[in-house]
Nanobody, 125 residues
Framework: QVRLAESGGGSVQAGGSLTLSCTVS????????LAWFRQAPGKEREFVAG????????GHLTSVKGRFAVSRDNAKNTVYLQMNSLKPEDTALYYC??????????????????WGQGTQVTVSA
């Protein structure tokens, strides 16, 4: 079974930075579209950024444009989310996600086949 393991969450003051990591196991890395989602209390889970199965950036959330960036290390089966200039509204549980069927932009919750357990990011004012 595909397993996704996130790490790197924590608490930071506004303007600070964090880098999240997600290690994938159970399926060849290049057979999955990979993405980051987040969910704040009382809000729906939303797509943040990700890659299609070819390894190209597949889009990002407008509110994080210019502040967040995704990258990947195929040899390590790991994807990253570099978060800079963090704001209190970025506070959420961040999930690594994967789809075995989507070939373009894995930006819909309904398209996701596998989820990590989440890592908490808390940004204080």
């Amino acid at each position: 079974q595909v397993r996704l393991a996130e790490s790197g969450g924590g608490s930071v003051q506004a303007g600070g930075s964090l880098t999240l990591s997600c290690t994938v196991s159970g399926q060849p890395f290049n057979e999955l579209a990979l993405a980051w989602f987040r969910q704040a209390p009382g809000k729906e889970r939303e797509f943040v950024a990700g890659f299609n199965r070819a390894g190209y950036n597949a889009g990002h959330l407008t509110s994080v444009k210019g502040r967040f960036a995704v990258s990947r290390d195929n040899a390590k089966n790991t994807v990253y989310l570099q978060m800079n200039s963090l704001k209190p509204e970025d506070t959420a549980l961040y999930y690594c996600a994967a789809s075995s069927t989507v070939v373009s932009e894995p930006n819909l919750v309904s398209e996701i086949d596998y989820w990590g357990q989440g890592t908490q990011v808390t940004v204080s004012a």
